[in-house]
């Protein structure tokens, strides 16, 4: 709490680390690197003054500047904002980006930001490391941000050929340094992943909640609605700024998992229709025994 | 726990309450009777002796009977079985049904219940009252049962236009002497509402649960799921044979609530489709409004 006070000097081999967007995940980046020890000073950045201040107060930042100023000092730039606005802090940050310096994002996204990288960075794309950690809660702002919310979650990096290995590795490293496992795979491979286990429960749980919240009798509905519904149904109550971004950002995959989805829907219903117990009993057996041995697997209920 | 070494006589003005299937719901129901001292003595009838053993040893049950020796003692008689099986036992009770003794359930869906109890029971129909506690969770079995299941739970009733008042009256009194609020409505409307905040939410989840298990990548799907996907699928994980038996016995309502759902997802689909950022805005803030003031109603996160 008192860090701010007392800015400490650069320290020798720690490196000087610029957040942009300093909310839960840039926060609790902040908060796992300080406890880790593996950053020297930590630089917020946002539009926010009062978000900056009050990430000055929980002593999760140094110092609050501009883009410009951290661009002078950083030697990693994480940047952890809503996807919508990495493509605009690229373009801002390119004239200053020094040899060497890393910069790194958190988005949920990830053929998007390096498309963007890539036109923006032009050729200093190779200091550009995509990554993304699979974490979050339900809550948000730097009040939420926790050192331990990455830990023993993963996180996904998504080099190109031309990623520079050694802005990977560091970037890699300090990913551990929070607690989590780092996963490499193809910004292809990464939004298809993530269109299902992520965006497209995203869509249905909405969809559904919409229905039901524009039926004549919602209130009828929702004065019944038990612990089954709260769990379906939390995603939804997530931002719709947020999810409208991510979606946009990945929408042929999402499309296209979307589309399985609902041939398993039919497949489903079809059963029904028929009354086939057979066929249902097996299609709910597969789907519950899979369930089963994923929380058994993740110790997450 | 020692309850049952020394079986109470029957109390004047108590009624003996026989509980047939004595697992979460019937016996978590025991559990709060006996708190609220709204019982005499309580018998449990089920088919699985080692599940009888250990209610009683828990204390939720007094003693263990044949249905046929209950019939015989009880005031109240609560089916507390699978949906499936109840049609079965309200013939098996009918010829043994004293006057004056009521029969209640707890079954998920209302309709097929009423039918069948007016089929097997006749004339003794009025001695039946239909009822639904809106509580459940993951664990099963007497082990889970626990007095504040239906704390500050709805239950439903749905009574016809036959039902003995004083019965309906007693069951409520008794529902309402677990901590639950009880609300009335038709058996029709019950299944409808249930199909929307209970049934759909599992067939979705299910569903999508198959499809992510049946994809080949699979295992590197489930690798990185995280807690959205973990509470957007925790349902799936219910047991096969319970919901294979809703599904079918509220399949019209079911059917008919999907078809809505579906619209629901094709409206948001288009708005994706054509990259309409304000319809997708809307949509989504709609679902998340609705299911936060929810969530703030119902004090449940």
Known sequence: ????????????????????????IGGSFAAALRASGAAG???????????????????????AQTLGQAMQEADVVMLATP???VAGLLAAMCPSLRPGVIITDAGSTKQDIVQAARETLGDKFSQFVPGHPIAGAEQTGP??????????????VTPEADTDPEALARVVAMWEGCGARVMSMSAERHDRVLASVSHVPH????????????????????????????????????????WRDIFLANRTAVLAELDEVRQ??????????AADHAAIDDFLERAAVARRFWGSRTRLP
Chains 1, 2 share one sequence.
């Open 1 to 24: 709490m008192t860090a701010h006070r007392h800015p400490p000097a650069k320290q020798a081999g720690q490196p000087v680390v610029a957040i942009v967007g300093v909310g839960l």
């Open 41 to 63: 000073r930590i630089i917020g950045v946002g539009r926010q003054p009062v978000t900056l201040a009050r990430a000055r107060e929980l002593g999760l930042i140094d110092q």
């Open 83 to 85: 996807v919508g606005a």
């Open 143 to 156: 009040e939420a941000a926790t050192a331990s919310l990455y830990h023993e979650r993963t996180v996904i």
């Open 203 to 242: 869509f249905l749980s909405s969809s559904y909640m919409w229905q039901v919240a524009m039926a004549p009798d919602s209130d009828q509905r929702l004065a019944v609605a038990g612990t089954g519904f709260q769990d379906f149904t939390r995603i939804a109550a997530g931002s719709a700024e947020m």
């Open 264 to 273: 398993a829907m039919d497949r489903l219903e079809q059963a029904l229709q």
